[in-house]
């Protein structure tokens, strides 16, 4: 993630042996040894991470729940990145692409289901985004499929989510042509981001389920 306070000490994204999740931790170039875990999650793994430039602290660290969750350790940030989220919608995902040097603003980049990437200028106690581009334009000219998240509980008791999009204008139809679109390796996972290939074949009216 970044440089620690200490010569030779970084801040590091890592499950060391024994740990059940992906966490923070200050790992010694030195002696290559991991110290204590600095933020972890009861839950999920941590994808995302930031420092400051003092190394003294964990700017944020960022989860997938279905979409990217962050929390920041400035609470005025996260309550204004958490209304910025909610006016995009509840399947909506806010990464800090970058900021500049006193983090008082913000290069945002926010996708979905139904949003290809896009970037954004936020200046911390304004009230608007400011569009800086979009990657694929066009497609926001273009019906969007339906999104849900679905639920279930597996023969072994565990508790399962995938997501279903439904092509745009397909109503209550239930017999629709169905394309399962399986995660690869035991340790992966799919969450709610802009999926072109979701995209495509929802416009040839297939329903997917990941």
């Not at 700017?59 to 962050?70: A, G, P």
């Not at 990464?95 to 913000?106: E, G, H, I, Q």
């Not at 926010?110 to 066009?138: C, H, M, V």
Request: net charge neutral; glycine share 10%.
């Amino acid at each position: 993630i970044g440089p620690g306070d200490q010569p030779g000490d970084y801040y590091v994204l890592a499950r060391p042996d024994g740990a059940a999740r992906t966490g923070i931790y200050r790992f010694s170039i030195a002696n290559g040894l991991f110290g204590e875990p600095v933020v972890e999650h009861p839950t999920f793994d941590l994808t995302d991470a930031a420092v400051s430039r003092d190394g003294k602290t964990v700017l944020y660290y960022c989860f997938v729940v279905h979409v990217l969750e962050c929390r920041f350790s400035d609470t005025r940030i996260d309550e204004q990145l958490a209304r910025v989220r909610g006016s995009m919608g509840p399947y909506t995902n806010v990464r800090v692409a970058s900021s500049s040097l006193n983090f008082d603003t913000l290069l945002l980049l926010i996708d979905g289901p139904n949003q290809p990437p896009a970037w954004f200028r936020y200046k911390l106690g304004s009230s608007r985004l400011e569009s800086l581009g979009t990657s694929q334009p066009d497609l926001h000219l273009l019906p969007t499929p339906h999104v849900s998240v679905v639920s279930w509980t597996a023969r072994d008791g565990m508790k399962i989510s995938g997501y279903l999009s439904r092509p745009s204008g397909a109503g209550t139809v239930k017999r629709l042509p169905l394309v399962v679109m399986p995660h690869g390796g035991p340790e992966d996972r799919d969450s709610l981001g802009f999926d072109a290939t979701v995209q495509y074949l929802s416009a040839r009216g297939y329903a997917v389920f990941q």
